[in-house]
């Protein structure tokens, strides 16, 4: 059967009967519980002269609650772990697991990891967080996590479960993105190894929203609005100062859906630069003779620069990997900056150059509404997950209906930008910039 | 063939050039033309005990630059009307139409109509806005619409079409919700019976989400948005008096959408009425016990009421109807607040009631990014369609892809709220609201 | 002497050591201590023909850390409450009072009284919540007061100081306004009478800005934004409806200050009603006439009223108190909304209005910076005046400068504004109104 | 007399009548004229021993509309010219300014000039904008100016009244900082040599707060709104990681204001260093120490460096000037970050450190409504005063009176904060810092 590798693992056979009162009769105004036999369709598009849609690897499992779960509520331990850089919402989604465990499930023993996977392990000599209503109640106000976060450490699997072990874990919610999720899936494995009975239910939080199976990833929305407000002041800089031009970077180390974004809503972008696109800066269909041009015509410019393009032109010959098994990228705004300075000298003209970089405004931020209603739903639809005894998977979002991904299959690859796919058809359009900046 | 009911209209064949350069050769870093031929699934769930969906009526076009138009640009007259109530984003739209029209195919006539459908009525001596990039520039940062709008006239369809006829309008974009798109309909039925070639691209607005056919409508976003603000501040009135309940009364006529996301997204709302689920007032089970012993246990409450909610229990027997055609409402949020008041007074508790009516406030406020970004896919989308000469239609968003509806099919029937369902159970948890406020 | 008025009353010698550690030594880069000797001019228009001022009256003290204190801090116990309407803030001072007192002071025994004066009535049976840095550390992100509120109860002096001397009370910090200080001031005087050595601190409260003797309120500047913001969409409905008029009704029971600063803030308004200056409506100078003449000519008009306006058009024969002794006003905004409406008709104008009212929106809503920075130092020195052993007196800013006020002095006439002043004048010349709209 | 250095310099007599209409009767609700006779006191200080204030140079000139004035409407051209760094506010004194000119006067012809002083010089080939209600309507909801901006050419003094000559301007509105008014009055005493009659009215803008005789400029409250912002976020940054520490640079060159109202206003600044106050970052009373005890207490810090503090430890052996005459600062915000980075290491403590330069996003944000209406009101009084035939003077606002100030006396020093006063005092109590981190 072609679906095979979309098949959710579980634990057990779920035979306690949930303490959440729903309905399948219909009609009855009540809700009905969820099946793992409600699939949903995950790639729409239809095969040419059918009116199907592709079989293959094309079926996920709907979340959210089941009549009957695995877990009995009253004997779980529930652990919460935030890893890697901050995103809006992620103390939203603290709050709706804690939320639903215990108003729904009646769990009442809930531990939050200090500062990622490192918080598991003895050395740190960080102590859990005990976690209840009383202590989520407010925090989706604010931005970050009150667990704290930090990089890498997931590759220490053995010591993380034995830490799971050692604190009776029946749960471990790991709120992350790539490279969390890879440590979930090897500490997965390692408590299958063990025979051991925890589910592992990962959450996927990446800023840049270079997750795959995931159809927008939380905190992408309010960055882009944050990252709006930036443009903005940008090109008030430029349009104020004599020939200016303003170069903001952006977060998106593999992928550009932030640039792409923030460019289509805010209306004043010259130049978008994005990691799946290479572009030349000299000769005559490099970005240095588009951006003069522009000037001259214009009086001002605004470039936007994912902190991942351009990579090519940086001489990475030292380049290291950070703490979560990222290559560290040469600094392209700083590059930019650099060279188009250099280059207005060089054709004397007297330009203002302005580079701004909002990263930490951005990624700091409280979630705003729109993240709010989806970190809360992504956590409820967790915990159920969690408690039917599902594990070694992702909840998600795909085709606005929450599913349910085996995390093998969101790791095997990023997603990108398709230069040649509508979106950054429509950035082009916004920008008006040349579809392709390369010197045949 | 089953999907008969999805096919969209032409005015003719398109055999002109686009001036639109793409290529639809792959890897060469440049976006494609859409195919007639390229067709998304509609609803994704599984016929169950297969690995396929239903094909009944599920195909639909994919929206998109054809490589071949029907309309010369040089030779369109192009019309946008917006009509209704205002909603975020309808500045975006325009700006976003005009923009595609006069960079992307070199279309120089553009005519604003003002105030909705009234504006083609001669009695109104209501000049057009002749529109370009100049005028529409810097649109998107307010709200409301540059156009002006008003409620009704759609079925004035005779002299809509006489004034378009004299106007040689080409391309009639109308931005409006059920009641302007059905005016449409009637406008594209007229058209078609005097075998006039001018094509109707509908752009669906409404603030209530309430059109089928479309995963979100623009403005929705930023609505709930504001609406969070004023449910805050109804929490804070509610927290710092004696016994203090906040009543908010959200937009909703006949879909509680708004107050479903206000409420998940607050957090702060223990009680969300709204037009698809009826409720008791009294006895055992109705509302106001519920909100008395929640007020006695927690000294405050927030209840959200769309405006369309618990119409029973208000006397409509005078009831008559807007221009819009839409049923006028008894006020059910100075009922709910006048009967809370007498309540608690008849059961001797001392309590604070405050109403809270944000409609005009959020409205009237200008798109957030996210709907930028969605205002101005959409408008080039519609672009897209009409030069292509298709008519009759609607440009909308299906499982994340921009799509053409027939505009009967959105019209058909209201999108409503399924009180058994995933996001109305999530309101149930959010709120700890009983599923049922009804006495049997 | 003429400055007899103005002398702060002090509860005894003050003769402990201050532990903040200052130096009166200049150029040491360390601030001094504050004596009762510094002093500041209030009235800073010069007597024609001099170089000098008022004399009488005229000399304030300066506000700040005495070097010696009146107070223990080991045996102070203090209480905090707060009264009347919301405004922002609240929770600004009430964070500052408790982190000075401790922090600065060493004070551990800080009580907040519930629900203004209600809370010291055993009849009400609301405990006190104790204070400290924990409990306040984040309270300034929210509106509101996190001790409640409520109006009135000031009269019941004998049984709250009663409820001061049972629970050992040394300081009591009143933030509220006209009301509540005109009980602050009888407290005050009953403790005197009973030989208590009891601190009465007021700390003025008014959104209203209607406190004489200080030279802006806080929560004044933060109301102002926010009826910007509702201006701003009330002139958006006005301007996209077929002759639109937008009425807006502001806070300003007596004082007209929100609606005036609102009005050259937003530039969108085109009357500005305040309860200070009279006005007609019918006749040939009347507001009507105006309001028509302005519709026809630019098709839309702005109207803001504070809710104090024109109660000569409301008959208030039956006109009760509310619990703060405040006359209950009639609703101007309502009314008007029903006169224009009428007016319009009769004229046979088609006009659509639209009444806005978006006081609790405005009142809930958390402290912007400036307010912020304002309400830490009004409560630090309320502080430092408190534990000098000052009483019957307000902290103040007047003329840029923290000051000690007479609470006698704040209570005895309202502040409003001067028809013929400054600010009333750049009012007319913002709005573009006639300067009085009377016949005679 | 000792008010000389205060008198206010004038064209000529004032002997046409004003266009104004308004009433000096009392109780006729008219706003009066002002008077060359009506003054204020500047410092409000007492003599010790007195009921008086200290006289010399003491008496301000009030701003306001005069009964008789110097130019004849119809025959003024205004110019306004915006000059230095970005500030939030600017258009909405040039929109202050144009309206009042026009609506209130009657002035029919504006010129706005481009890129500050700059655009007087013929080689810069700027044209100037004609302005008007039409092109400044909506200019206030936008950051930035209009009208662009430069620095320096203030010294070109010759050709700039040369231009002023040529272009037949009988009014120059200058609105800039401290170079600029320099600027303004050597142009104003140029044309004095050449017995010209061109008012020179300069609308003092200082981001920094740094000028003289004005309580507050234009911009900072919005300035340090945004400041708050950009600390919040790094104060969740610090949180968030494992010893965390946040470093933001804000705008001051030599006054900390900027970084003193931030601190105060977010609560969350535990070190601010300030221009005013030197500091050792080595040694057991140096910064360092103080910072890793913090650390190690609370496990974050949060450092707010104004961007001309602490230059003692940059080597400037090669600084230069920028165009407007400051010294050119070395970078305190990079050097602190590398200073404390290679302190934790030496220490053997695992920090996180980021950085965070949020200038350009404060300086270009929009005015926010209390500076709103501040400019509004500068504006206009500088009309007024220009009208009168006033030069050689800035508007100002004074013990919350605008007035007239000599420009000689506001561009003599630079306004600093007091390290011994009350703002630096509310400082050091709200960051808990030392109060002087000196090695003795």
Redesign the interface.
Known sequence: ???VDFTIQNLGVASIRTPI??SNK???????YVSD?????ND???V?GT???Y?KK??LEKA??RDMIYFDPVKVHAAIVTCGG?CPGLNNVI?SVVM?LW??YGVRVISGIR?GY?GFLPESNLPVIELNPDVVS?I??????IL???RGMGERVTEIVDSLERMNVSILFSIGGDGTQKGSLSISEEISKRGLKISVIGIPKTIDNDLCFI?RSFGF?TA??KA???V???H??A????NGI?IVKLMGRESGFIAA??S????DVNFTLIPE?PFDLDGPNGLLVHLKNRVLRRKHAVIVVAEGAGQEHLSNDNAGKDASGNTLLGDIGLYLKDRVSKYFKSEKIDANI?Y???S??IR??AA???D??YC??LG?NAVHAAMAGKTNMLVSLI????VHVPIQLAVEKRNTID????L???V???T?QP??M?NV
């Open positions: 059967m072609d679906t009162i729903l219909v009609k009855d105004y009540v809700a009905g036999n409600d699939m949903i369709i729409v598009t239809r040419p009116n199907q849609v079989t094309n079926l959210g609650p901050l709050r639903s108003h729904v500062n490192r407010d989706h106000k604010d931005g970050g996590s704290g976060s930090s159809q929305e882009v609005s709006v407000e930036a903005s002041c940008a008030t800089e349009r104020c100062a004599i303003s974004h923030t289509i809503a805010s209306n696109l302005r701004i970089d909002p930490y405004i700091s931020t705003d509404p729109g709010s209603i809360t739903r409820t085709n606005n209906t929450f230069p040649e796919g509508e950054w058809r429509d082009i359009q916004a008006g579809p392709l390369k």
